[in-house]
């Protein structure tokens, strides 16, 4: 039986836990590409640490910020230009690149960041947990695609290339998830909440009911996704 007071608050759960991330790989990004006082900055995430970012400009730079989730549907050029422009590493967005790297200053940075689903990497399950665990994740990732996903790095890379920019560099995060851990509850919640499509996807409810225990397990291991960042200088010739 789905707990509605649990899974009504799943979608803001999840948007959390992703802003959380997405802000610890934006900071690390900025750090590597050496944000400097008197710079201006566009941030289209709504997930970069504001006040870090603040102090890296100093009172001479400019912070601009959208605080949408997934700003980058919502701006409009400046032509002023910027030293750097965040935002989220998502590829219905891959189209929208020409206008980002259009608005860096030369030599200036886009950093790109997100997080995908991958198929699950199961390290350790209980028995006959591996197939149930590995079955309902690609069914939760089948009705919830990520537009990201066919998107390799080598793709974003050779896009980039030919916007202008140099020196990309593309990094890929892997984390393990723990049973009872905020990531196999994330999961669990949402199985929870679209029990339906998932029978009607072919599984039953007493693989998902296995599934439900597996996620609280605690000796359950595994990897749900992979984190994507990029940071690509625009040319400054």
Request: aromatic letters at 4%; proline letters at 6%.
């Amino acid at each position: 039986m789905t707990d509605n007071t649990d899974t009504l608050s799943t979608a803001q759960d999840w948007r959390t836990a992703t802003r959380k991330t997405l802000t610890r790989l934006l900071t690390d990004q900025l750090d590597r590409v050496g944000v400097r006082p008197g710079q201006r900055v566009l941030d289209l995430t709504g997930a970069a640490d504001r006040e870090h970012l603040s102090r890296l400009v100093g009172p001479s730079g400019h912070l601009f910020a959208i605080d949408d989730f997934h700003g980058a549907a919502h701006w409009s050029a400046d032509p002023d230009g910027y030293d750097v422009v965040l935002s989220d590493r998502q590829p219905d967005q891959l189209d929208a690149l020409a206008p980002l790297t259009a608005s860096l200053r030369p030599g200036g940075w886009l950093i790109l960041a997100g997080i995908l689903p991958a198929p699950p990497v199961i390290y350790a399950a209980g028995p006959g947990a591996t197939s149930v665990i590995d079955r309902v994740v690609r069914a939760i990732h089948a009705l919830t695609p990520s537009p990201a996903g066919p998107c390799s790095a080598e793709d974003t890379i050779g896009l980039l290339i030919r916007l202008g920019v140099d020196h990309v560099c593309t990094s890929t995060l892997t984390e393990t998830s723990r049973g009872g851990g905020p990531g196999c509850t994330r999961y669990r919640h949402v199985a929870r909440r679209v029990r339906d499509q998932l029978t009607a996807a072919g599984l039953s409810n007493a693989e998902l009911d296995q599934f439900d225990e597996a996620f609280q397990d605690p000796s359950v291991v595994l990897t749900l996704s992979r984190c994507v960042t990029v940071h690509a200088q625009m040319s400054a010739a």
